[in-house]
């Protein structure tokens, strides 16, 4: 009996750019698919060990050997947790929380190890975009489509001298699901409670019978509601990618994506007293008539060609897009002196609650343009193993679009009226332009050594060149060059065991001036000792690393009060925080039918220097966090899983006015796979927030009304189709 002849990848890719829904047909060439009989699906489901992964040393370093904390979030745990933002993903992983967002839930703002990814002191006290790595390239502002991520990665601590100006922390880098050589076609369709709804349709495979070209297509839509009082969420997206594979040691790949985000953003409930306002869980304050967006599209480049053995060059070249329109209304229980009528005053002691069109930019433009370059090589020098990578790194961002203040009515924060607040007004609000830019050259070179006996020493150098400035039209820029170094030691002293020691400096903002003085600001710097262990248990499945760390950010912005500033405000930099702590990742499959991943996080930070916070707790950082979350496989088709995500009380803002409180989020799920003719199926229900507790996920650092609630419990049903 003949074989029937399978889809070609060409035909599959072909259907999904045309956003077939219809079953996929053959080739011309080939016979019809006969009708097949049932077949049972077996096999181990997905593995939550972590995959490997080059971020950390940009080269292809094993974890045992990087004197580095590096955690992943592998696809199976997403998909298992159906985590639909970044925020749902990186909440398995130690000393990982996270700020105030501007952008709606698909962008959210970070904290890693006390500090958030991006300073919101760096510009002005109370802007802040969400800032993650795109697949190795820093983006800001940009919504992160869950559907197309094969990873999380969260790499621990300072990584500029690798990246380029980042926050100490450490960094968020969202890996997109690569091009498969041999044919693929998905299909999924998820829908919740309160409107939630995600469609994805993705296929992939090559395109020619000898696989050197190969395509992959995915579209995908996602739009949900909220409990929360006019807040909403729609992102819609593509991706195309072309990738030619002439042989093993070259390939080129082309990626298109692009992503129209529209959101209005929950700005949450206001503090009384010292703990969040006793409110129903529905209250929020931002009725903006119109919808934010973020239309944005990337085009990425990505070269790889092996000389031989040894010696291997890597190229990217990116270039993004993305138009905005930041429309939100804000509450602030400050009177700014701009109302017009009685109605829209305040007298700043929380009720009612004054609201603004909040330096909101009805017609923005955000634009990244990136090129780097890797050479790698290995060799042998008097019995020593060199790694060594030179790297070359140019990085250009701007946004640009004229923002707007305007005072609007009050709001009684016990008994609003809201749902008829007219739009922005241009000839009542304050117009204001920005120059807002920032460009760095740079160099870097690293050189890891493999001593014998299971000794391996990382050294690594970079100098940067940057240009920035945040500032009115016509302000100078601030031009300034920063050398940077890591220096790391790895002791494998079992084939499955090592400990690790790493100190590492970082450059992260501040390149404006003072607005009074005009002088350049100095630039915030980090500083980190990190010690730390890392064992691999039943032959590698099951991955555990424990890291105890101090770190600095120094040169910290604060925004203090000048009469003698345009704004009433100016930006210095002048404090300093340090953060210590100990941390535990483990993750990976215990037996053949149970995996986990948890985390245990112990954070204690305080503000060492600072005009107004020295001695307090940095906000968002809870001193105890944790999670478990496990999967086990009753058979080949069934499977259950849950877990806890906990934290303790916290400070909600910089000055620890306020505290919120503790709280433990029970999850859980259950999935059963199955044959669909000659396809995979699985349908899974999940169930976020089991018990319904109610509890605060974040509040901005410099504010006391912009604390946000989680979601209560939430039903979603998953099913997905695999060919």
């Known amino acids: 009996m003949n074989t029937p002849k399978r889809p070609t990848a060409r035909t599959v890719v072909a259907l999904a750019c045309a956003a077939a829904a219809a079953p996929l047909a053959q080739a011309q060439s080939a016979p019809a698919l006969p009708v097949l009989p049932t077949v049972v699906v077996t096999g181990v489901p997905e593995s939550y060990q972590a995959p490997v992964s080059d971020t950390a040393t940009r080269t292809d370093t094993p974890s045992l050997q990087t004197a580095q904390s590096i955690q992943v979030v592998p696809r199976a745990v997403i998909d298992d947790q159906n985590a639909l933002t970044l925020t749902d993903a990186v909440r398995n992983v130690s000393g990982v929380q996270h700020d105030f967002g501007f952008n709606g839930s698909l962008q959210p703002l970070l904290i890693l190890r006390g500090f958030p990814t991006t300073s919101m002191t760096a510009m002005s006290s109370m802007s802040g975009s969400s800032s993650y790595y795109l697949d190795g390239t820093k983006v800001m502002g940009v919504p ?62 090559a395109l020619n019978t000898d696989a050197t070209l190969r395509g992959r297509v995915a579209v995908s839509h996602y739009t949900t509601d909220s409990i929360r009082d ?293 630039a915030e710097r980090g500083r980190q000792v990190e010690v730390g262990h ?33 704004t009433g405000t100016n930006v210095v930099t002048m404090g300093e925080a340090v953060a210590r702590g100990l941390e535990w990742d483990i993750s990976g499959q215990v037996t053949s039918k149970l995996s986990l991943i948890g985390s245990y996080a112990y954070t204690d930070t305080e503000v060492t220097r600072d005009p107004t916070y020295q001695g307090m707790k940095l906000a968002n950082v809870a001193r105890h966090a944790a999670s478990l979350w496990a999967r086990y496989a009753i058979d080949s088709q069934w499977a259950v899983g849950g877990g806890v995500f906990a934290q303790s009380a916290r400070p909600g803002d910089s000055g620890n006015t306020f505290r919120m409180p503790g709280y433990a989020r029970v999850d859980a799920m259950v999935a059963y796979r199955f044959a669909l003719g000659a396809s995979k199926a699985s349908l899974q229900f999940n169930l976020d927030n089991v018990f319904n507790r109610k509890y605060y996920t974040s509040s901005h650092q410099f504010v006391q009304d912009w604390i946000k609630l989680g979601n209560p419990r939430t ?5 997905r189709v695999d060919y």
């Not at 998905?186 to 495979?205: H, N, V």
Request: glycine letters at 10%; charged letters at 20%; proline letters at 6%.
């Open 144 to 205: 992160i489509n869950m559907a197309n991520v094969q990873a999380v990665e969260v790499i621990k601590g300072p990584s500029s001298v690798l990246y380029g100006r980042a926050e100490p922390g450490g960094l968020v880098n969202v890996v997109t699901k690569p091009i498969a050589a041999v044919p693929e076609w998905g299909f999924e369709q998820t829908i919740g409670q309160r409107g939630l709804s995600r469609t994805l349709i993705e296929a992939a495979g």
């Open 230 to 522: 006019f807040v909403e969420d729609r992102l819609s997206s593509f991706t195309g990618g072309l990738a030619w594979v002439p042989n093993a040691r070259t390939s080129v790949t082309a990626t298109l994506d692009h992503s129209d985000n529209r959101y209005r953003t929950d700005y949450g409930i206001p503090a009384v007293g010292d703990r969040p306002a006793d409110l129903p869980w529905s209250r929020q304050y931002n009725d903006s008539p119109y919808l934010s967006s973020a239309k944005t599209t990337s085009f990425k480049l990505d070269a790889s060609h092996r000389f031989n053995d040894t010696w291997q060059l890597k190229g990217r070249l990116l270039s993004l897009n993305s138009d905005t329109a930041e429309m939100d209304i804000a509450t602030y229980r400050a009177d700014l002196g701009m109302g017009m009528l009685p109605g829209q005053t305040c007298p700043g002691t929380g009720d009612p609650l004054c609201r603004y069109y909040f330096g909101v930019r009805p017609d923005g433009r955000y634009q990244v343009d990136q090129f780097n370059a890797d050479l790698t090589g290995k060799f042998q020098t008097g019995g020593v193993g060199h790694t060594v990578l030179v790297g070359f790194d140019t990085y250009r961002t701007k946004k640009t679009g004229t923002t707007y203040m305007q005072q609007i009515s009050s709001v009684d924060v016990y008994n609003p009226m809201l749902g008829h607040t007219p739009g922005l007004d241009p000839m009542m609000a304050m117009p204001q332009d920005y120059d807002d830019h920032n460009r760095w050259t740079s160099f870097y070179v690293q050189d890891q050594l493999a001593l014998g006996h299971g000794v391996f020493l990382t050294g690594a150098l970079r100098h940067d060149r940057t240009n920035a400035v945040f500032g009115m039209p016509g302000t100078e820029p601030n031009k300034q060059s920063f050398t940077t170094p890591r220096l790391g030691a790895v002791w494998q002293f079992a084939p499955n065991q090592s400990v690790y020691a790493q100190y590492q400096d970082a450059v992260a903002a501040n390149n404006g001036r003072d607005t009074v003085t005009g002088a350049a600001l100095a």
């Open 534 to 566: 890392k064992i691999e248990l039943f032959d590698g499945k099951l991955n555990s690393t424990v890291a105890l760390f101090q770190l600095t950010k120094r040169n910290r912005g604060a925004s203090v009060l000048d009469p003698r500033s345009p």
């Open 715 to 719: 039903a979603k049903l998953t099913l």
